[in-house]
């Protein structure tokens, strides 16, 4: 089993979008960078991998805070490991980025740390691909990621969804467990599972609870967010069906779910999962 699939999605046209929309999902998505690398603060001298990096907003954070670490970010997407690359220009040293797969590639030297914001479900094998990250880590190295639980406790990727369901030419089938995509790692069982068969030992598995902003200040603004991004985008994409017949009634829920100051907030549901070596 390999990536190939994953791998041509996150350098077409979906890549793409995330590197239109890199700087407004990093704004969405900000609480889980302090998630990920509030208690895992490597000491000096020690070494990161961030796995799929997507445009890097994790491993810069992480440069940004800790003294004197060196941080790889590694992603198949050859377009966000471009922006990525750009985003680093202004840090001084110690970053570094490569368009590599994850579940095969190794560092030269193991590494003492882990990280990943949603950039782990999306491997073929996961059990292969973490037993291979678990080779890249020194004894006792220390693994910490953020997943999405399942959709159905994500309004603010199923309230879009449901909300356009009446206009798709068919409801999208929830994939069979374990089928690569955001909402892959959603049991907590599943994830243990991967894990433990892959060699990491001392998994905690723990909810991340919160609102999430959809970027834009407007209801009109989210809604093009909505239909760029998430699973309603993803679907739409499939079954070939034009934003612009879907974009109406999106708009509208989402201004009915509006706050006072006209900004969007929907419910939102992840993992933070910590393991070791
Ligand atoms: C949901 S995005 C998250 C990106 C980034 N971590 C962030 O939070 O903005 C998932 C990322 O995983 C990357 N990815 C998927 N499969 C991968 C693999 N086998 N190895 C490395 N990266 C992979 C994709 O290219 C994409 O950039």
Redesign the pocket.
Known sequence: MD?TS??EY?NGPA?QK?VRD?DR??VM?AP?VDAIIASVLPSPGQSVM??????G??SLNLAGSAVNVSVTG????AP?VELAKQRSAAVSAGIEFIV????V?RPKEPVDLVI?????M??ADPVA?FANIRASVKPKGRLRFACWRPLQENAWALTPLQAAMHLLTTPPAPPPPGT?G?FAFGDADYVNRVLMDSGWRNITVTPWDGDLALPGTTAEESAAFMLEMGPLSRAMGEQGIDPETVKGVIVAKLQELAGEDGRVRLKAAAWIVEAEA
Not at 100 to 103: I, T
Not at 116 to 120: C, E, I, T, W, Y
């Open positions: 990536n994953q791998i996150w890549g995330w890199a999902m990093d998505l889980f961030d796995i799929g990096c997507g445009a907003a994790l590694v992603d198949v997407s966000l590599a797969d994850a579940a590639w990943s914001r949603f950039g782990v999306f491997f691909a690569p955001p």
